[in-house]
């Protein structure tokens, strides 16, 4: 279903971080958390839902319970690899880092905007200039076909 579409070298830099942050905190470091971790961190900027990561990891994982798999991502979560957000009901997960969300209410399709667009720009300037203002995220919704010509 997924195809990787962040590069290993900065997954396993993630994984490796994720490992210290585990241990620091207390937690056990198991194959299955990784496999969990990995497979959300590879796939993470296409905005996974948690059916779609559930899918991909009982390729590995088989047996996993949906439970297992929820708890861990939410753990990353809480640990800031990771944030949810919800989009017609279903729960969908992405970079942690504050960015803008393009919901395309047409095709389901969800698009990140790059730094450097006017949005996020505007966004990145504003957190600067009022240091008590911290944007978690910013989901638009829109329509993202064109009409034909």
Sequence with gaps: MFSTNVPATEVNN?????????RKRGYRVTAQRLTIARIV??????HPSFMQLLGEIRKQVPSISPSTVYNNLQLLE???????FDVAGETHYDEADP???????????????????????FI??????????????????????????
């Design 41 to 46: 961190l590879e796939n993470v900027k296409k």
């Design 78 to 84: 809480q640990l800031g690899f990771i944030k949810s």
């Design 14 to 22: 993630r994984l490796h971080r994720l490992v210290e942050e585990l």
């Design 124 to 149: 990145n300037d504003l957190q600067k200039e009022k240091e008590e203002l911290s944007v978690y995220e910013i989901i638009i919704h829109a329509f993202c076909r064109r009409g034909s010509s």
């Design 99 to 121: 960015h803008v969300n393009i919901v395309c209410i047409d095709t389901g399709e969800i698009i990140d905007l790059e730094p450097s667009d006017t949005l996020t720009r």
